[in-house]
Every structure is written in C-alpha cells, then in structure tokens.
Nanobody, 122 residues
Framework: QVQVVESGGGLVQAGGSLRLSCAASGRTSSSYFMGWFRQAPGKEREFVAA????????YYADLVKGRFTISRDNAKNTAYLQMNSLKPEDTAVYYCAVVIPAGSSWISLGSWGQGTQVTVSS
C-alpha cells in the first residue's frame, strides 16, 4: 500500500506563495496519479490538482487554475504543489494521495497523509 507524507504548509499573507511537497513510498505505477486535496473547516474535502505519474497529464480545480501548479519528481517519488496568489479562501488542510480517476471523481489507492495546514491571512 502506498503511503504519503505532506509538508510545506504554513501561514502566509494574501497574495503570497507556498510550495507543498508530498513524498510517496511503496509501489507506484505509471497509470497512477498524485493528487492534492484540501479540507476547510466545516466543509468536505475537495479536489485541488492531480498529475499523472508518467507523462504530462495534469488536472486542476477551476478555483485554482492559473494560480497553482502541480509537478512531480519521479526520481524522488515526490509531488509538489506550487501555490501562488494565495487567497484567504485557500485556507485549509491540504492532503495528498495516490489516486486514479473515476468518472468526475478520484479514488485513493493508499492511505491519506496527516495533511499540512495552509493559512492565508487577509
């Protein structure tokens, strides 16, 4: 089973930037994706972005398009989420997971990490 560990969260002012990292361990496949999700207080977890483990396929939620960039380093089994032009509404716990697409949703193939808190002040 694939396990992941997120890092890189913190407190930033609106308009600022952060880069999150997600280190994966365990067996992966070129058909898998690394996905980032987030959960704000009182809300359900929502999809943010995903990148295929091989190739250039990337997917973004409309709310973050043009501001966030997902990338990966296969040699390090690590995915990154570069977040620019952050807004207070981006405040949430950010989680990563190894996922596969399922229609309009995503299925996690391993355990979720502990998440990393991102707080954007106005």
């Amino acid at each position: 089973q694939v396990q992941v560990v997120e890092s890189g969260g913190g407190l930033v002012q609106a308009g600022g930037s952060l880069r999150l990292s997600c280190a994966a361990s365990g067996r992966t496949s070129s058909s898998y994706f690394m996905g980032w999700f987030r959960q704000a207080p009182g809300k359900e977890r929502e999809f943010v972005a995903a990148v295929r483990w091989s190739g250039d396929n990337t997917y973004y939620a409309d709310l973050v398009k043009g501001r966030f960039t997902i990338s990966r380093d296969n040699a390090k089994n690590t995915a990154y989420l570069q977040m620019n032009s952050l807004k207070p509404e981006d405040t949430a716990v950010y989680y990563c997971a190894v996922v596969i697409p399922a229609g309009s949703s995503w299925i996690s193939l391993g355990s979720w990490g502990q998440g990393t808190q991102v707080t954007v002040s106005s």
